[in-house]
Every structure is written in C-alpha cells, then in structure tokens.
C-alpha cells in the first residue's frame, strides 16, 4: 500500500442539541492514500458528511465539535493545529467541494475571481490570471475567458460545479474532500463531472475522499470504500472486494437495494425497518434490529473492529457469507 | 432562558389585564379625586408613588389608565387585524383587478405619515376613545392586509393545496381548511405587535393632549406632567415605565407566538 | 383510460427589469396515453417539461392547446358527478413528502380529506376507513395518525402520500418522482408498496422519474422526454434493450453501474441541457448528440416507428440501434 497522508484515528464528533451532545460520528478511524479515491458511502443522518465537515473542522452549524480524536495529515495532527496554522492547510491542502455548487459560490463575484480567490488568500507567487485561465481550462469549460468573466446565475449547474471544483483545485491540494459532489446534478451531467475528477487525480496526483449515498458512483469511483451506518464504520475493503463478497449484512442489504440497469434481477429489494433514531440507539450492533442474523449477543454487545482498513463491525461473519442471508420476499 | 423570558412578559400582560379588570378594587385611592397634597413624592403618607399637581394618587392613576391603555391597543389591533385579514384575502384569492385596486388602497394609506393623520383626524373631529381605536386601526390593516396576501400568494402554489384540490375541496374549503390556518400565525405575531404600537401610539397622541380628557390614561399623565418635571419627577417617570414594560411584554409575547405556532419548533414526540 | 392528445404548455417568462417577457415552451405537441392496470414511465432530467405534463394530466393545470381525454371524454367538458369521478379517479403522489403533506395538520387529517370530499363519506366513517389506509401502507394508525409530518421520515410521509392517493379509490396514480428524495434501502420499500398496490387495486401509473434504473424495473411501457418533446417510445424492454434516440443511449451510458469490475463505456455526450428557453433548431439535441449531422441542425426530425409501436424522433435512428 502505498504512503497513507490522512489517518482519521477514533473520531467523535458531537452536534448539540436540547438534551446535550448527540454523537454523530462515533469512534470512525479511516485513511486516505496519496493519490487514492477513496470513498465512504451511507445514507443520510449516517455521519457521512459530518465526518467530512470533522476533517476541516469547518461546520455548517455552530454547535457542533471534534470531540475526540485524532486527524493525522501529513504527520500534524489537525486537531492540535492553532487556529491560524489550520488555515494554511484548508484550501490549499485539503480543499472541499459540496452538494449545492449555488450554496457555495458568492453571486456578486465572477467565476474568474472566484476560483482565483483562494490563489489570493494563500498568496500565490505566480501569475494569478494565467493560473485561473489554465484552471478553467482544465474544467473542460468552452470558452475560458468568457466563463471567467460570467457570474455564477449565468452558467448551468454543471458549470458552477465545475467553477466550484477549479476554486477548491487551484492551490493544487493533496487532498480533495467531495461531499455528493453529483447529486444535484442531471445524470448526464453527473458522468461528465465524474469523469473529471478522475482525470484530475491522474493530473495533479491528489487524493480524493468520495462522499456518496450512491453504490454506482462509488464503484465507477473509487480504489477503497467505507461504509457507514448510524455514526459508525461497519465495513472497510477494496471496492472490488466490497462489491464481490460483501461481508457486512448492511453492505450485502445496500448492494441488493441499489437499483441499476444492468441489474441481473428484477425483483426489489428492500430492508426492512429503518435507520435508528441516534438519540434512542440499540445498545449492541447498530444494525440488530434490522439485521435478520442477528442473535442475543448482537443486541447486548457492539461489535468489535480488529483490522481497520479490511473492517467488518459484525459478530457473525462466517454466516453472512456463507450464504444468501436476504430473502427476497423480506420486508416492504 | 427564552422560556423565563416569555413567562415573564406573560406574566406581565395578564398582571396589567387584572389591574384594568379589577381596578376599583386595586386602587388604594379613587384617581379622579384630588384632596391629598399636591406633588407628595413617592413614600410620603401612604402615598406609594407620590401624587400628582391636584393631590390625586399616581399609583391609583396607573391602575385606571391601564383600561384605556389596553382597551385601545387591544381593539385597535383586532379591528385592523380583522380588517386586514378580509381585505388581504380577498386580494389574495381574486387576483387581477381586484388585487390590483385594494393593493392601491393599501400603499395610500401606508404612505400618509401615521402619527401626523391621527393627529389631524383627532383634531378635527375631536378626541375620544372610540375614536382613537378607529384611527389606530385605519393605520394598521395595510401591513396586516398585505402580509396576508402575500402569504396567500405563496401558499396557493403550495404542493398540498394542490393536494388539496386532488382530495376534492372547492376554492373556499381550501381556503378555510389549508390556507388561512398557515396565512393566520404570522398575523398573529403582527397583530401583538401592533398591540404594543397603538399602546404607544395612543400614549403619544394622549401626550399632545388628544386623548379622551375625561379618561385617566398612561399619555394623559405624562402630558400634564411636562410643566412640574423639575418638581416631580415621578409624575413623568412612573408612567413612561408603565408604558414601557406594557409595549416590551407585548413585543416578547410577539415573538414567543411566532415560536409557538410553528409546528416544526414543537418538540417532536 | 387516460389520454393526451397533442398537449402544449406555454408559461410566460418574465426575463429582467428591463427585458420584457419571453415564452417558454414547457410541454411541445405531446401525445400520451395511459391503459388500464399498465405502469408508464416518463423518463427525463431537469427542464424536460416531465412534471408539467403530469400536472396537465392531472387537471391542476391547464394547457395553452390539445386536450386531455379520460375514459374517452374530453375532461375540460365534463360537469357534476363525471367530474368528481375524474376528480376521484386521477390522483397524485410528489417528490417532496414534506412540501405536499400540510405543515400544521396531523397526517391522519390529510389522509381522511379525500374521503370527506372525493368520496363524501361520514366524518365516523372517514376515521375508521383513513386508520384503514394508514395500516394498507405499512404505518400503524395509533402511533403515527396523530403525527405532524415533520414528526415522520421521508419514507413515513411517502407512505402518508400513497395512503392519501389511495384514499379516493383512484384508477390513475401520477407520481411524480416519488423515491428520489429517499434513501436507497426505503427507496425499495416504497417502490415495492407502490407495485403490491398496483396488483390490488388495479392501478395504473404514470411514474415520471429520471431513473433508467427504476423505470427499467418497474414500468410495462417508456416515453423519454427532452426540453419538451417525447424523444423516444415504446416497450420499456425494446428502449432499454435497443435504445433508439441518442438521448436515450447517452442516458443509458451515463447512469453509473454499481460493479467496479466493468469497464466505464465512453461518454459521447457533451455539454448541459440548453435553456428552453432558447430551444436549439432542428432537433433539440443535435448540440449534443454524437450522431448529428448537418440535416440536424435545420430539420426537425421525423419519428420513426419500429416493431411493438418503439418510435424514436431521429433523423439517425436506424444508425443508433445498430449500436
């Protein structure tokens, strides 16, 4: 494996609310290579997206913090990181892109300053313009002198999120953190978008941490997956190796669910019940009372982790691979 | 924290209900009588917040112009509420020619300087409660007229007044049954709102001497103490804090509401 | 049962301070029908006029030309009860579960109005038949009757919408991309319920989505619409098996797979969707298509109809099914 530049070890992080602080991401430990897409894939409420506001420590409420924990990058600790040092990594190492490219951009700035501002805000010694032309460029825009000059209600979604990725690109960081970088968009526009961050990577050599609820763009995506289920990890692998033998019952549930057209059945599936309730947790696995393996000492005792980086949180492994664990006709 | 806040401006308003309820009762003096030494300072013989110019008791004074105080504000808000409420609907569902004209209407009366015509209207055609409360409704429905339209306006695009028409409800049962239930909370955060400034408004156009002469009211009293602020100052003092807490209570009680009708803030069960 | 027959929709636009108004041109010349018991699924991405023509079927707006037949009759004519039956008949389920449930009603009451009104039963005999439904879609009318929408998850007051449908024993269900805003594992619960409904009640659907994926799955037939012209129809098993437009091919390559193994096919599609606005001439798509040739620019394609009524309005079709 090659040379890990983010190792989120133990992270806790905590959101308040009237009753106190409810732990939205528990006890999460993951690494990202350099160069590596790795992605960390759930549905929503499951931490994912605050595990990556965690990674910043930038969050879009305010009550919300790192409780515990450690993010190793680069062999600094960003937790121990004093206010302005963190700055100097934000942006121009670890960079961010998000949902809504509309949230995220200033409509009052043209898309040219607007990729060109973080170049500012670090001090960037050379040639500003000629860097924001080569940028746009990049982005597979037509016409980069006038993109430069439109603002941002003049341009389509996928535009903006093109502007939004050559901003956060334009540092050149080692790390990108995308957060369902493609949701909002049309399918069309959405492979498009993909396919240019991929080239990316393979341009600038920086890793990238996938944030996605969608099984498909994970496996056109990614080299490695997590997969997250109420605030923690329940499976680690490869992403071939996740999609060939899943181990985890949440995992094999989610590939069943995930619908395609190049499904090979075309029954539904569905798992049954629903997504607990983080103020009201089960008190052993997570995933129990959903689970259709689940015995007593799934109930009473959380599952325990031994390897991080081929992880699977389930007692009972050997019996969700050894056979077909979801019967069709389960659940409605 | 917001709660304390919210009990306390409750608390507040219903202590200067009862007072204006019960006031005959409360008051330890009767107001309109003088017979006591002119300007006691609070303290002095049973006197608790002194007396005013003609001997009569501050204290009992407050208590009696709490009626018209209240009594003001409270129908003042009301009737322009009520007011505003049909006009803005009527603007909202018709539309057109309709909407156009009363909108008109609505901006004449929002851009005549409020304070200035009440104090023409009074002037001419004479002081007096009732008229008061007209005057201060006529002033207020236009804001409450288009807050209401507008939310119409939005809400009729909603998607569950369209599935509303799927469910088979005619124009007025959607009106009655999806629309005004969500239009009605913020009116009802304006309309406590606009208590507290017809309070005020009524204090002032009192402090001009347009008041009703033959009422006690918290802008009368601070009218006839202009001349003896050297002398007394708890003539002017008491009931600018009466008028004050009254208009602040009500302001705190405005927001609460808008917490309070909103479903999404209730804690979820 | 339900049919549309040559339906445009025009809004006008209003572009600035200073600039006046312009026409946008929503839904063009559609032609749509709907059989008893069948499940359509009208496949487009964003500005593709798909939800536009759903509202037009649903009587909740009205189209600028054409018209919209139900059991045959022009529905613009029907008076009194035909027209409650309509009423009844043709009902909806929306995307956003939160902005279609009212904020400030409990789901019990939302779900009893159809009774009340489309079906004029007794307030007792509402509550007793709305707990019914309640139970039909998988929630249990004690606990969760009482409940304000906001109080529910998304898949919750999905539940909530198709027991409301449901409510006034419809023929029709319009559903508006109903599991798009859900998460993938309820996403299969409600698509399943909706299916379990179907067989029932003998319900057909309109289900406008813009997942190949879903639609592949769950409809008999397929309309693919682009800035608001129907590209491409037929058998969902003929679209998805010989896609015959090039829209349709590049919808088909772009929706990612969920198997690392296979090998990314080539995007040949460039660019965004144009505005409607400003409609490009001749076909809609040439700007982006693969296949386009000078006559794409000028010329508006013809459709062409292959085996089982698969029509496809492309200058190129033929070139497109051999691959």
């Known amino acids: 494996m090659n040379e890990i530049i983010l190792d989120a070890r133990n992270l806790v992080t905590e959101i308040h609310q009237r009753r106190g602080w409810l732990r939205v991401v528990d006890d999460v430990s993951f690494n990202v290579g350099r160069g590596e897409i790795v992605g960390l894939v759930g549905e929503s409420g499951c931490g994912k997206s605050m595990t990556a506001f965690s990674l910043m420590q930038l969050f879009p409420t305010p009550a919300a913090r790192v409780a515990s924990g450690q993010i190793i990058f680069e062999n600094r600790d960003l937790l121990k990181l004093a206010p302005n040092e963190l700055r100097r990594v934000r942006g121009a190492q670890i960079a961010m892109i998000f949902q809504d490219p509309a949230t995220f951009l200033d409509p009052l700035m043209t898309l040219g300053d607007q990729i060109a501002e973080p170049l500012r805000a670090h001090n960037f010694a050379g040639d500003v313009r000629a860097r924001t032309r080569d940028l746009v460029e990049q982005m597979g825009l037509p016409d980069p002198d006038l993109i430069a000059r439109r603002y941002p209600h003049q341009v389509s979604g996928g535009q903006k999120q093109r502007a939004l990725i050559a901003s956060a690109m334009s540092c050149a960081p080692k790390l990108l953190i995308a957060d369902e970088p493609t949701t909002a968009l049309d399918v069309t526009v959405q492979a498009q978008i993909l396919d240019l961050m991929r080239d990316l990577r393979a341009q600038t050599g920086a890793a990238i941490l996938l944030i996605t609820h969608d099984l498909g763009v994970i496996a056109e995506m990614c080299d490695r997956v997590y997969v997250m289920y109420a605030g923690k990890i329940v499976e680690a692998n490869t992403t071939r190796e996740l999609f060939r033998a899943p181990r985890h019952p949440y995992t094999q549930g989610l590939l069943r669910s995930t619908v395609s057209l190049e499904s090979a059945t075309t029954e539904l599936f569905a798992i049954p019940g629903t997504v607990p309730n983080l103020n009201e947790l089960p008190r052993g696995c997570r995933f129990a009372p959903r689970c259709p393996i689940a015995n007593a000492q799934c109930a009473h005792e959380p599952p325990f982790v031994a390897d991080e980086t081929r992880a699977v949180a389930c007692w009972n492994v050997e019996r969700a691979m050894a056979s077909e664990i979801w019967k069709l006709d389960v659940g409605r | 924290m917001s709660n304390l806040r919210t009990w306390l401006a409750f608390a507040l308003i219903l202590g200067f209900v009862l007072l204006a309820v019960f006031a005959q009762f409360i008051a330890p003096f009767d107001p309109f009588r003088g017979g006591a030494d002119a300007l006691l300072a609070p303290g002095a013989k049973n006197y608790l917040l002194g007396t005013d110019h003609l001997g009569r008791d501050i204290l009992s004074e407050l208590i009696f112009g709490a009626r018209v105080s209240l009594a003001v504000g409270i129908s003042a808000a009301l009737s322009a509420s009520i007011l505003g409420i049909v006009v803005g609907s009527l603007a909202g569902f018709f539309g057109g020619w309709v909407d156009g004209a009363l909108m008109r209407v609505s901006e004449f009366f929002q851009t005549l300087p409020r304070f200035v015509l009440a104090l023409v209207i009074v002037a001419f055609f004479g002081g007096g409660v009732l008229k008061v409360i007209i005057v201060l409704a006529i002033l207020s429905w236009p804001q409450i007229a288009r807050l209401v339209r507008a939310q119409i306006l939005s809400l009729r695009e909603s998607t569950f007044v369209e599935a509303a028409r799927l469910s088979g409800m005619n124009g007025i049962q959607i009106i009655a049954r999806e629309i005004l239930p969500n239009a009605l909370a913020p009116v009802i955060v304006t309309g406590s709102l606009d208590i507290a400034s017809a309070i005020l408004l009524e204090a002032s156009l009192s402090f001009f001497g347009l008041g009703d002469a033959n009422l006690i009211s918290w802008g009368g009293m601070l009218n006839v103490a202009q001349p003896y602020l050297r002398q007394a100052w708890w003539m002017a003092v008491f009931p600018g804090i009466a008028i004050s807490l009254v208009v602040l209570a009500f302001n705190i009680l405005g927001d609460a509401l808008n917490d309070a009708l909103n479903p999404r803030l209730q804690e979820t069960a | ?323």
């Open chain 3, 1 to 323: 049962m339900l049919e549309g027959t040559q339906l445009t929709k025009d809004f006008r636009v209003r572009l600035g301070l200073f600039r006046g108004s312009a026409t946008l041109r929503a839904v063009d010349d559609v032609s749509i029908t709907i059989d008893a018991g069948e499940t359509v699924a009208l496949v487009g991405e964003s500005g593709s006029g798909k939800s536009t023509l759903g509202r037009i079927l649903l009587g909740l707006i009205l189209q600028t030309s054409g018209a919209v037949h139900y059991r045959g009759t022009d529905f613009a004519r029907l008076q009194g009860d035909a027209a409650r039956q309509f009423r009844a008949d043709v009902q909806a389920v929306f995307q956003d579960t939160s902005a279609s449930l009212n904020p400030r009603r409990r789901v019990g009451e939302s779900v009893i109005a159809p009774l009340l009104f489309n079906r004029r039963l007794s307030a007792a005999h509402a509550r007793i038949e709305s707990a019914q439904l309640l139970e039909r879609v998988g929630l249990d009318p004690k606990i969760f009757a009482s409940r304000f929408p906001h109080q529910l998850s998304g898949g919750q007051r999905q539940r909530v919408g198709l027991a409301r449908a449901l409510a006034s024993q419809p023929r029709v269900i319009v559903a508006d991309e109903p599991v798009s805003a859900l998460d993938v594992s309820v996403r299969a619960q409600i698509l399943k319920l909706m299916q379990d409904l179907q067989a029932q009640e003998k319900l057909a659907y309109l289900f406008i989505t813009h997942d190949l994926g879903i639609a592949r799955l769950i409809a008999n037939r397929v309309m693919v619409m682009y800035l608001g012209a129907i590209v491409e129809e037929g058998n969902a098993a003929d679209v998805f098996a010989r896609p015959s437009h090039p829209y349709t091919l590049a919808l088909t390559l772009s929706a990612p797979i969920p198997d690392p193994t296979r090998a990314r096919p080539p995007r040949h599609l460039i660019g965004d969707i144009p505005s409607p606005l400003a409609p490009p001439p001749g076909c809609r798509f040439h700007p982006r298509c693969a296949f386009a040739q000078a006559i794409c620019k000028t010329d508006a394609p013809p459709v062409r109809e292959f085996e089982n009524a698969h029509r496809s309005a492309c200058h190129f079709a033929e070139q497109v099914r051999g691959g």
